[in-house]
């Protein structure tokens, strides 16, 4: 994959000459209330890749077998994502603690995580995730591959710049899940929504539900205690059915 450095391109004017603020890409924990861990930067790209599994039976004398399909392979999501805490010569704080880790966490084992989707007992494992970018578009997936490269450190050795390559599997086939509404996006058993100014738990069960009422599932389902206090760009949940 082609070296990317960060995405500064202008905002998109809007019809009275203004810019709209380009939404930044998140990568959402879904196993541990949906923490959201907001990218720097922008990827520059990312590619996507997807394969079949296809299988030739026997055929004596002729050049091409039939072929039986095997079923399809999960499709995978794959990017570089930019890092950047430097400051000058001082008071530059270290990019792992600041900001990789946390990325680099969802690709370990959580012993806690210990039960597959059919609720057997299982090992533990990572975390389920969802790379979004916008309220438009999202990857259900888990990492299979990360990697870390430190470009630039302060005087002492500390890394200030780092560059992560990240391979995300898909988990959830989007295509047999409708969503349910304009600002959400499907994931395993439930929708995505992207908190904006105004919201509220009532105005969000409503979009979702058609009731109001039924608030208290979204509320629930996301651990929210101060259910009255909802940032913009905070990522919710909506359980499928409440």
Request: aromatic share 8%.
């Amino acid at each position: 994959m082609p070296k990317n450095t960060p995405n500064l391109s202008p905002a998109p004017p809007t019809p009275n000459g203004a810019s709209l603020p380009l939404p930044k890409a998140t990568i959402v924990d879904l196993d541990h209330g949906h923490k959201t861990i907001e990218c720097m930067f922008n990827p520059k790209e990312y590619s996507i890749k997807k394969s079949n599994k296809w299988g030739g039976q026997g055929a004596p004398g002729k050049n091409v077998p039939k072929q039986q399909f095997g079923g399809g392979d999960p499709e995978s999501l794959t990017l570089q994502l930019m890092f950047d805490t430097y400051v000058g010569a001082h008071g530059s704080k270290d990019v792992r603690t600041e900001y990789t880790n946390k990325i680099w966490a969802l690709a370990q084992v959580d012993p806690k995580l210990n039960k597959d989707d059919l609720g057997n007992k299982k090992l533990g494992r990572p975390p389920k995730v969802c790379f979004q970018w916008g309220p438009q578009w999202s990857f259900t997936a888990v990492i299979t591959s990360i990697s870390q490269k430190f470009t630039l450190f302060s005087a002492d050795g500390t890394p200030v710049r780092a560059t992560l390559d990240v391979t995300f599997q898909q988990v959830i086939d989007d295509k047999s899940k409708p969503k349910t509404n304009p600002t959400s996006g499907g994931v395993g058993g439930e929708s995505l929504w992207t908190v904006k100014d105004g919201d509220t738990l009532a105005s969000i069960a409503y979009e979702s539900y058609g009731d109001a009422t039924r608030w208290r599932a979204i509320a629930n389902a996301n651990r929210l205690t101060r259910v009255r206090d909802l940032r913009p760009g905070t990522i919710l949940g909506i359980p499928v059915s409440a």
